[in-house]
């Protein structure tokens, strides 16, 4: 073959964001095909994830993606190994495809196996360029009648929730979200609290009461009492909204039927690693 130019082998950098000599080198075992050498490239650093693989992933970004209507969105955890790489821009793009690719796809809650699958040229061009492991993690896709998402500025935790009515405040979403976020509520309502817990705090509610020697009448009321307390730190739409400072001091159920929101059906939290 003709000797490799400069100009090939800065072509082929330019394209891929490779190292020089590696680019030589993907050029040389390719006779100078540039098309050539980039499969090569990529068939090389497919082998070097795989025998990477057992590598510790504990940083990372949680991807996410609303389609234009506000009716679809996705949610994707994507794992590293540093926290520089988790704050690349190049990781970050990726992590938000890949939420895109679930969003767009007929699975709620399809495999990471089968995300990372149909997304393999892509993931492998990015390992490529900052040569650490990625592992892909919570995957869901989430519908209704409008969508809000909101990713801690660390990108590490974020939330996702699908609402039934359309917010009247554009922020009072986002702003739900974040709540989420920070107090990871455990179900959206009382209906996603397991029975044998509210039953569990009910009864020893009734049994304390009693043991106390409350009036037979204000028994049930202490109990119902403890439920609702217990549920108000635990469930969401019962939970007080976080951002009292904009909202006042309400529950986020009230907060969102002021503003044209007449329930949350889905929620999604994802904390990389956890």
């Given amino acids: 073959m003709a000797e490799l130019t400069a100009s090939q082998v800065m072509a082929l950098r330019k394209k891929t964001g490779l190292p020089m000599m590696e680019c030589k080198q993907a050029l040389t075992a390719n006779a100078g095909d540039e098309a050539a050498a980039i499969e090569w490239l990529k068939e090389k650093h497919k082998g070097k994830m795989e025998t990477r693989s057992d590598r510790e992933t504990g940083e990372g970004r949680v991807g996410v993606y609303i389609s234009a209507d506000g009716a679809t969105g996705g ?88 609402m039934v009515g359309k917010p009247s405040n554009d922020d009072v979403g986002k702003n739900t979200a974040m709540h989420a976020t920070f107090h990871k509520p455990v179900a959206v309502n009382r209906d996603g609290v397991p029975a044998e817990k509210i039953t569990e705090i009910r009864e020893k509610a009734i049994a ?11 028994v049930d009321k202490i109990a119902e009492g403890k439920v609702n307390a217990y549920c108000s730190e635990i469930v969401l739409l019962e939970q007080e909204h976080a951002r009292s400072d904009v909202y006042g001091k309400k529950k986020v159920k009230d907060v969102l039927k002021e503003n044209g929101v007449t329930d949350v059906t889905e929620m999604v939290l994802v904390v990389v690693g956890a």
Avoid: W
């Avoid at 304390?208 to 204000?218: N, T």
């Fill in 75 to 162: 949610i994707v955890e994507l794992r590293c190994e540093t926290a520089p790489v988790g704050k690349n821009e190049m990781f970050i793009s990726l992590a938000n495809s890949l939420a895109e690719f679930v969003a767009k796809g007929d699975d709620n809650a399809p495999k990471a196996e089968a995300v990372h699958a149909a997304n393999e040229a892509a993931i492998t061009d990015v390992y490529g360029k900052l040569q650490e492991t990625m592992n892909i993690g919570i995957c869901r896709k989430l519908t209704g009648d409008a969508l809000a998402a909101y990713v801690h500025h660390d990108g590490k935790s974020a939330a996702m929730l699908a």
């Fill in 208 to 218: 304390d009461a009693k043991e106390s020697g409350k009036p037979e009448g204000v």
